[in-house]
């Protein structure tokens, strides 16, 4: 046995990072098809999270990404309030290159062989016509496009969602649940960032932005002049008077060097994977920056593709996402209680909600 293998099957078995319930490994030579199914946790409900589709380096790389991704979903779905437990499925290859229709009704096959225990959606490198044909092949798959029964673009509740814990953090920092009259700097103005950016124009913040796309900058200046732009993100994080950053393009955005050249006393985004490194959460902590937990503040996507499942209505949804103020909030209160940094408050209130419905 390679040791690579080994640092898996110990993740899955025997680490307090797995725990998993079950490991599918799919094979479909006619197509090319090589996936990995992990479902974390079913104590809440089926598993819900998106198909990944990218070239690993390996099918153990393949593996260990989908139960992490996996893990991450459990704690994300129990967060959201959802009846939903944790899963991911990566597909191994270039997109590019390999994905066919043929490759995606194979995959819709092992989906439906699972029998609902997994629920797929979008991830990197699968969209909605993806999906389309996928759930060609069963009925466990989301993030379809309106004409096949879909919910269409999840950035509108993903946005409204981070602006809600955006709101939450504010009523913690400063005791008024408002943006009103504060400097937040949003970094990366894509599909999410620019929703945000009209839900802050609109409760009277003053907005600052940068993005790496000429286009996705036009785009809000365009329609909203009074957007101050700077070059980069680093220019972003040292603007004076910045109250709150908002990170919404990649991972990673807090590390040691952005952690220490914050000026912001909020951090609320939409990216996924923000904390670069373990232990950087207490670090933002110590300097006296709140840090609102991406995947709390970022779920409405995945309330919205939950939702789906149920015959997609919007003002349904947006009623589920607006309840991330209150759990942006009691995250806050707990990380106060326990003195802990809000991500690992977080991950406590998650690993309850689900040690519960194991017991009940
Ligand atoms: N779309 C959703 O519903 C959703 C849900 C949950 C989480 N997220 C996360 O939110 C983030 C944004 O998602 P999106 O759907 O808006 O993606 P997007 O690709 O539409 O937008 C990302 C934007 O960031 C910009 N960008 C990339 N690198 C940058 C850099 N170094 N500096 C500044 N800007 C940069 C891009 O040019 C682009 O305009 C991602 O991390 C995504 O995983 C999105």
């Not at 309030?81 to 499925?89: I, N, T, V």
């Not at 952005?258 to 939409?270: E, I, M, P």
């Not at 995945?302 to 009691?330: M, N, P, W, Y």
Request: with cysteine.
């Amino acid at each position: 046995m390679t040791d690579v293998t080994d640092g898996v099957l110990h993740t899955l078995f025997r680490s307090e990072q797995g725990g998993h319930e079950q490991v599918v490994l799919c094979q479909d030579r006619a197509s090319g098809l090589k996936a990995v199914i992990a479902l974390h946790s079913t104590a809440l409900g089926p598993a819900l999270g998106g198909t990944r589709f990218y070239p690993y380096a390996s099918e153990e790389d393949a593996v260990a990404d989908a139960l992490n991704l996996s893990r991450g979903m459990s704690y994300k779905n129990a967060l959201a309030g959802l009846e939903h437990g944790g899963g991911k499925a990566v597909i191994i290859g270039d997109p590019e290159l390999i994905k066919t229709e043929q490759l995606l009704l194979a995959y819709g096959r092992f989906v439906a062989s699972l029998g609902g225990r997994y629920v797929t959606a979008c991830d990197v490198g699968t969209y909605v016509a993806d999906m389309d044909v996928v759930a060609r092949e069963n009925r466990w798959t989301t993030g379809r496009s309106p004409e096949n029964g879909g919910a269409g673009d999840s950035s509108v509740l993903t946005a409204y969602g981070v602006f809600q814990g955006m709101r939450a953090s504010a009523q913690h920092a400063w005791g008024d649940p408002t943006l009103h009259g504060r400097r937040v700097g949003v970094a990366g103005v894509g599909k999410v960032g620019h929703y945000l950016v009209e839900h802050l124009l609109q409760d009277g913040a003053e907005v600052v932005i940068t993005d790496v796309r000429e286009e996705s900058v036009r785009r809000i200046t365009d329609k909203f002049p009074q957007v101050t732009v700077v070059a980069d993100t680093d220019a972003l994080i040292s603007t004076e008077g910045l109250d709150v950053y908002a990170p919404c393009a990649l991972g990673g955005a807090l590390n040691d060097e952005s952690v220490a050249a914050l000026t912001a006393k909020v951090v609320c985004g939409a990216a996924n994977n923000q904390l670069a490194h373990p232990g950087i959460e207490k670090d933002i902590a110590d300097r006296g920056i709140l840090y609102a937990p991406d995947y709390v503040v970022n779920a409405g996507g995945v309330i919205q593709v939950a939702d789906e499942l149920h015959g997609f209505d919007f003002d349904r949804c947006k009623a589920k996402a607006s309840k991330i103020f209150d759990t942006t909030l009691a995250i806050f209160a707990r990380a106060k209680e326990d003195g802990i940094p809000p991500a690992a408050a977080a991950d406590r209130i998650a690993e309850q909600r689900m040690a519960e419905a194991r017991l009940g």
